[in-house]
């Protein structure tokens, strides 16, 4: 199967949706800033064993951030028997935020660029 990115800014995200056996799911879209076919859709699922992941996706990630989007494109009969639906999805399996810098407080700054002597 292959992998897909996009980028773009979190325009939505659902509440967490609760599934049988403790496995959960949510959705979240965002926009992609093209001129067409800029809004997706993604589904995040978990099974029981990594439902937190779930509660730290709605914890670090906000309506607004700018991410990098890594997914698959799902699809699968939804009704065989009857009409032969096909549904498809876009299942996310890694978000990364963009323009996010890991920041050095200025005091931990200031103590390293005045102490010569490495402790090493």
């Excluded at 009704?79 to 996010?100: A, Q, R």
Aim: hydrophobic share 35%.
């Amino acid at each position: 199967m292959e992998n897909f990115k996009v980028n773009g800014k979190i325009i939505s995200i659902s509440e967490i949706e609760k599934l049988p056996a403790g496995s959960g799911k949510l959705k979240f879209r965002i926009d992609t800033g093209k001129a067409f076919d800029n809004i997706l859709e993604f589904e995040l699922w978990k099974k029981k064993e990594y439902y937190e992941h779930l509660e730290k996706f709605n914890k670090y990630n906000k309506v607004g951030d700018d991410v990098e989007v890594e997914f698959n494109i799902r699809a699968f009969n939804w009704k065989p028997e009857s009409d032969n639906k096909i549904i498809t999805s876009l299942s996310c399996w890694k978000v990364n935020k963009l323009g996010v810098q890991d920041v050095v407080p200025s005091s931990e700054a200031e103590e390293v660029s005045s102490n010569d002597e490495l402790p090493f």
